[in-house]
């Protein structure tokens, strides 16, 4: 058995998000009170409108769609006015459901509609307490941008960051969950007051010693002084890679959008060198993965370059644009078929990005695969990749070159054969 399940046996509190937790409540189908009933006209019959739910149905039906993550569902029962704070008895609300369970589109959805971000389970808990039992950090951050009660104290005498440690792992979830926490300001040396324990001293307790170095780091170092030397240490700290002291420069003040001399933001740097724990943090925190800087580069525009998987995973919660242009007029996919980033394409492929955008040069990704590649393998299962994912093999260059021309010109049959079809 491992620490979690063995810690959430003894405590009533796992017990009871346990519970509210794992259960998938039975669909029902979704009412269309807007569509005239299916009901031919005759002389003898007369077509009426479908009733439109009451208040309580619709408000079961978007917990339904809650606890299943049916975030379209819930969209249009939201639209069809449920409620997205309603409960019953000890079910929570679909906003509840959502901090919980870690539905971060779902989350986004309620607090739209009017989720009251303060509002409490049955045991007296906020949602970040749920979130960040679970080590959702992103959750977590965004209810601390929705400016929930940071610090709340539930009934069995536990606050956010007490239940993040000791009803947590020490995993790389629950490292940015307890570093969101940091940065986001909570207290981090009240002593709970069923545990007898401060944070640092349950990580302790626990042996959790990944968590135990974040907390001490995070509560034994020097603040920055004021806004411009807490900026200054957010740069560093996100260039070095070292998230614990992104947590404390932002803890300090520092602003998430600063930039540096070439107007490269925190999440710009750890985007170009790779520090994908730095981007965790700024992400849930908010910052922004558009931000151009001089050269015409972004957080997101970045993964094309590196070929990060990890970094475009880290990114997409932030919904970047996928539209915005580099200094080539290109979108993240070109540079990724230049350089053969086979994985990144291969992920890359499952957004909504533009396969077949044509940069400033006048080249799609798979014309610069083919220009600037090789022909070995790698380029081969690019071109495969791309046309699987239904990228246009006949748009032509400049010169109205096509794909398969480039291919052949260099030699690069089997290139030249999966285009051939």
Do not use: F
């Not at 063995?6 to 189908?29: F, Q």
């Not at 005759?42 to 978007?62: I, K, M, N």
């Amino acid at each position: 058995m491992s620490r979690r399940r063995a810690a959430v046996a003894v405590l009533p509190l796992a017990l009871l998000v346990s519970a509210c937790g794992g259960g998938d409540p039975a669909g029902t189908p979704d009412a269309s009170p807007d569509t005239a009933a299916a009901v031919e006209r005759t002389p003898s019959v007369t077509a009426e409108a479908e009733p439109v739910p009451d208040q309580a149905v619709l408000d079961r039906r978007l917990r339904d769609a809650a606890w299943k993550n049916d975030v379209a569902q819930a969209r249009r029962l939201v639209r069809q006015g449920a409620d997205v704070n309603a409960k019953d008895g000890t079910e929570p609300s679909a906003y509840l459901v959502a901090t919980s369970e870690g539905y971060l589109d779902l989350l986004r959805l309620t607090l739209r509609h009017g989720a009251k971000v303060n509002d409490k389970d049955s045991w007296n808990g906020t949602g970040l307490i749920r979130a960040a039992e679970r080590g959702h950090g992103l959750v977590v951050g965004e209810l601390l941008r929705a400016g929930i009660d940071r610090d709340h104290v539930n009934r069995i005498g536990y606050q956010a960051i007490h239940e993040a440690i000791w009803l947590g792992e020490d995993t790389a979830s629950y490292a940015t969950t307890v570093r969101v926490l940091a940065a986001g300001g909570v207290a981090l040396d009240e002593v709970s007051p069923s545990a007898g324990l401060t944070p640092l001293q349950m990580a302790r307790e626990r042996g959790y010693d990944g968590l135990e170095r974040i907390l001490e780091h995070v509560t034994t170092a020097d603040l920055p002084a004021g806004q411009e030397a807490a900026n200054a240490a957010l740069l560093r700290a996100a260039r070095a890679g070292d998230a614990d002291g992104v947590a404390v420069a932002l803890r300090a003040g520092a602003d998430i959008e600063t930039r540096d001399g070439n107007g490269r933001t925190a999440l710009l740097l750890a985007s170009t060198y790779d520090r994908v724990a730095v981007a965790e943090v700024l992400v849930a925190l908010g910052a922004s993965p558009d931000a151009l800087d001089d050269r015409r580069d972004t957080p997101w525009l970045v993964t094309g370059v590196t070929g990060s998987v990890r970094m475009l995973e880290a990114l997409l919660p932030a919904n970047p644009d996928l539209t915005v242009r580099n200094r080539y007029g290109g979108l993240s996919p070109i540079p990724a078929g230049e350089r053969g980033h086979v994985d990144y394409i291969r992920r890359v492929v499952q957004t909504d990005v533009d396969l077949d955008h044509v940069n400033d040069l006048g080249w799609t990704a798979m014309l610069e695969a083919i220009v600037l590649g090789n022909g070995n393998e790698d380029y081969q299962e690019i071109v495969r990749i791309l046309l699987a994912a239904g990228a246009d093999p006949s748009i032509a260059d400049r010169d109205g070159v096509t794909p398969l021309q480039h291919a052949e010109r260099r030699g690069y049959d089997a290139i030249a054969a999966l285009l051939r079809g």
